[in-house]
């Protein structure tokens, strides 16, 4: 028995050696030019890396281990090592080849490996056009050459010969004892006890994304691609190039910033606050409840309020992409989710730092939930508050992390811990989120007080930091990731028809803004009024510029597709491929029309599939 473990236990261990020593190559081998890194980083590279080897070497070793338990009830000598040199052969070969090819594409696509590479095997011949035959012979036999090192490795830790066991009680014992040794495998393959389980972005640990890429194993990096590699072009191919275009064209044209001024000041400094689930029959505003967010609507009769922003999408990783990146939501898919796409989209952050702007952001839960933490990473946020940044006692009273006014809390002393000017924080806030677990108790239904606790601790937070210096010069963007379905028998139209909020100093006064729009769209409109340049934001409209002619709202959710315009909305059911939802403006059916929102919400669905494709 003790022969069995031993054996696991050093497989184990140097699969963990080998994953971490191809960290410190990396950083040798492929050190931008120019760069200094010290042995502390080369350190947290490992040490945060490790993260994702711990499931990649779970799931090398649980053939292994699952070998051993029928092993031991095999009554001869069995040749392990010879037995065993296949099966290391495999992954010897695969992670030599995973490895090497990392360290060749890595200086050209400033990316890890992932699945990306499998769009260029139909044409080898142009993927090679830039490397020479050499080039690509040294990596061959340097991918030889490291297989061989690492089969000896594997190989040398295995024992030549496997005794029996003797007595059903002790082969009975093994076999109970590796089955428990499961459990921690299984915990350790998906990453923890976490709600997140492993992904890339639980590696990101510094400002330097060249630190975060080179402690991301290669490995895990390609395998958890393969699965996101889909043709996503081809989805919802409604029409021929020539008709999709035809439909798209002028849906989102360059909204240039040509428009009214809203600000007193050029340069704010902006909050951004997305506020989960904050659907509009929350907000009076939007036809909604009165009694639920009486600061929401006070701060509305003050400020700028949009009361025809409709959110893009169903989920909180789908509605923070589109509130940041101004890019939109997919029924099957959450861009969130695939770094070799989220990577491409301007972010917010990114776009205000090239104006001088230090951003940072702060969420009460866990930060690496859905890959969130890769994105905000890359999209800018140099300084990002967690969970993990709350005691235990401050995290016990929900399950999803920390309520909001402890969060709220913590944002009134980032704001007022900000030494450099401008600046930029975007705050998502947690608890109007099931189970509705909130130390507040107004309203009698748990679901609405949810609500209305959030927009209690908003309602605080706003007065308290009107009384600082900092509310001069300050602009407070509030906008939900997405609506929810409360009460249960409201439309799709109605879960997705919301609000956004504009508030502080900055505002020069109060409007109410009727212009049907997305939340994507508060990117341009943000950069608008900022007066700096948008037109990476490519499906992001500035709805104040005299560009933006034809105002329409669009939406998806699993099943399908909203579009709303002046003539009224269609929600479309993509799987039944029929319209579940249909209201026209002028209170009379007109099937000609719906049949227009139809086709331009079909051409604005494969449109956006056609342009991720492209990515």
């Not at 389980?197 to 991301?216: P, Q, R």
């Not at 937070?461 to 028998?489: M, N, S």
């Not at 669905?605 to 990515?615: A, E, H, I, K, T």
Request: with cysteine; hydrophobic share 45%.
């Amino acid at each position: 028995m003790k022969q069995r473990f031993a054996w696991l236990l050093r497989l184990y261990l140097v699969l963990l050696a080998i994953f971490v020593t191809q960290k410190a190559a990396f950083m040798w081998i492929d050190k931008p030019e120019g760069a200094h890194y010290r042995l502390a980083d080369c350190l947290g590279v490992m040490a945060h890396g490790l993260l994702l080897d711990v499931p990649v070497a779970g799931y090398l070793i649980a053939l292994p281990l699952l070998s051993m338990m029928a092993l031991a009830w095999v009554p001869c000598v069995v040749r392990l090592r010879c037995w065993a040199t296949p099966y290391f052969a495999v992954v010897a070969l695969a992670a030599s080849v995973m490895f090497v090819a990392d360290l060749s594409l890595y200086p050209f696509w400033h990316f890890k490996l992932d699945a990306t590479i499998f769009y260029y095997t139909d044409s080898p011949k142009d993927a090679l056009a830039s490397v020479s035959g050499g080039y690509v012979a040294v990596r061959l036999a340097a991918i030889a050459a490291y297989a061989a090192l690492l089969l000896w490795c594997l190989r040398a830790v295995t024992p030549r010969l496997l005794r029996p066991m003797a007595g059903l009680g002790r082969k009975a014992g093994a076999t109970a004892l590796m089955l428990a040794a499961t459990a921690p495998l299984v915990i350790s393959i998906r990453g923890g006890l976490g709600e997140s389980t492993a992904n890339i972005g639980k590696v990101y640990f510094s400002e330097d994304e060249y630190l975060n890429h080179s402690a991301i194993n290669p490995c895990f990096s390609m395998l958890a691609s393969l699965g996101k590699a889909d043709d996503y072009a081809s989805e919802f191919d409604y029409f021929a190039e020539g008709e999709r275009a035809r439909l798209f064209d002028g849906l989102y044209a360059p909204t240039d910033a040509d428009t009214v001024r809203l600000l007193n000041t050029r340069r704010p400094n902006v909050l951004v606050i997305i506020m989960e689930g904050f659907g509009g029959q929350f907000v009076e505003a939007v036809s909604g409840r009165k009694d639920i967010a009486p600061n929401y609507n006070r701060l509305a009769r003050e400020g700028i309020i949009f009361t025809n922003c409709y959110s893009n999408s169903f989920r909180t990783d789908r509605g923070t992409v589109s509130t940041l990146s101004g890019y939109p939501s997919f029924p099957t898919q959450s861009v969130m989710k695939l770094p070799m796409k989220s990577r491409t989209l301007p972010c917010l952050a990114a776009t205000l730092g090239g104006q001088g702007y230090k951003s940072s952001f702060l969420y009460g839960g866990d930060i690496n939930f859905t890959n969130m933490q890769s994105y905000l990473r890359t999209g800018g946020y140099a300084t990002i508050v967690s969970d993990v940044d709350f005691s235990l006692e401050e995290r016990k009273d929900n399950p999803w992390g920390v309520n909001d006014d402890v969060t709220f809390a913590r944002l009134e002393q980032m704001v007022a811990g900000q030494g450099h000017t401008p600046w930029h924080i975007c705050f998502l806030t947690l608890s109007s989120h099931e189970p509705w677990t909130v130390p507040y108790s107004r309203l009698a239904d748990k679901i609405p007080n949810a609500f209305a606790f959030t927009d209690h601790c908003l309602g605080q937070f706003v007065e308290r930091i009107r009384k600082t210096p900092a509310w001069k010069d300050l602009l407070i963007v509030c906008l939900p990731d997405h609506g929810y379905q409360f009460p249960g028998d409201i439309t799709k139209e109605q879960h997705h028809h919301n609000s956004m909020l504009w508030i502080g100093g900055a505002v020069a006064g109060h409007r109410v803004v009727t212009t049907l729009m997305n939340q994507s769209d508060m990117a341009a409109t943000l950069l608008g009024q900022l007066r700096i340049p948008h037109a990476d934001y490519t499906f992001s409209r500035d709805v104040f510029s005299t560009g933006y002619k034809y105002p329409f709202a669009f939406f998806t959710f699993k099943e399908g597709f909203g579009f709303a315009d002046s003539t009224g909305h269609t929600v479309y059911d993509i799987i039944g491929d029929r319209v579940s939802e249909d209201s026209a403006a002028s209170g009379r059916s007109d099937e000609a029309m719906t049949a227009v929102r139809v086709a331009r919400g079909k051409a604005i669905l494969q449109s956006f599939y056609d342009d991720l494709g492209r990515r």
